[in-house]
């Protein structure tokens, strides 16, 4: 059985909520796991993934699912600030022991994966990530002719998948910056966080989806300049993050409990 605390307040100013699952045996030594829904950074909510929160919670994992600031009414950093914010909150709360840094992992589902980048580059907490996006400012500077759209088929007759795609990542990138400057952009571009701390890191994308592999392949190789390893797993098809969560939750587990065994 478990047991779920709704909307546990982080944030007073901005009235920002975190949902809770614990584990049935939670104990002292219960492992933390904060999941970051995805959503564009301009939908989603921590209700629409409570199955995830009960999976992860009957994994052992004490599950924190919190809600972020939205665009357009809050533009970036805005949710990357709340990710950093919550972080904060949590080790300074009832929820965790003063030695529990060691103890917290992160799951981070399309943007929310982004956000679990920028998080695990400051606090080094081991993390997976499904189809985070990762790169902005080329991507945008080579699609200069794409209509941003979260509903290009509707809005402007797109029915090439790929195409769709294309209009949907603008959409998001650009209501989430609010411009399509290029120094503005640069910020967000993954490459740009802070990566000093960055612990255990598996990335899981799909062969062809709204994520380009090319961006993810790059962020790596970016990565490994800085000596530090990435675990890269790609999936067949062109599914996005929540779409093959049920299916790679064991894998995404399995890498976090390893990672939790070599810690000890």
């Excluded at 910056?177 to 598996?202: P, R, V």
Aim: hydrophobic share 35%.
């Amino acid at each position: 059985m478990v047991v779920i605390k709704n909307n546990i307040i982080y944030d007073e100013n901005k009235k920002l909520g975190a949902d809770i699952y614990y584990p049935n045996d939670t104990t002292s030594e219960t492992k933390i796991l904060i999941f970051w829904h995805g959503g564009g950074w301009f939908r989603g909510d921590k209700k629409d993934v409570k199955k995830i929160g009960i999976n992860l919670a009957n994994a052992g994992f004490m599950t924190f699912i919190p809600n972020y600031s939205l665009a357009p009414a809050a533009h970036f950093p805005a949710a990357h600030d709340d990710a950093l914010h919550f972080v904060d909150w949590l080790l300074d709360s009832d929820y965790t022991d003063n030695d529990d840094i060691k103890n917290i992992v992160q799951i981070g589902a399309s943007v929310g994966g982004t956000m679990a980048l920028y998080v695990a580059g400051k606090y080094g907490f081991p993390t997976v990530t499904w189809s985070a996006p990762v790169e902005y400012t080329n991507w945008i500077k080579n699609h200069q002719e794409v209509k941003p759209s979260p509903q290009a088929k509707e809005n402007f007759g797109i029915t090439d998948p790929t195409q769709i795609r294309a209009s949907f990542y603008k959409y998001f990138t650009l209501t989430y910056t609010g411009s399509d400057k290029s120094d503005i952009l640069q910020k967000l571009d993954a490459q740009s966080y802070d990566f000093s701390n960055l612990n255990k890191l598996m990335m899981i994308n799909s062969a062809d989806e709204l994520t380009p592999l090319s961006t993810t392949l790059d962020f790596i190789k970016f990565l490994a300049k800085q000596n530090h390893g990435v675990q890269l797993l790609v999936i067949p098809g062109h599914g996005h993050a929540m779409d093959y969560s049920q299916d790679y939750i064991d894998e995404s587990l399995d890498f976090l409990y390893q990672t939790i065994k070599r810690q000890k």
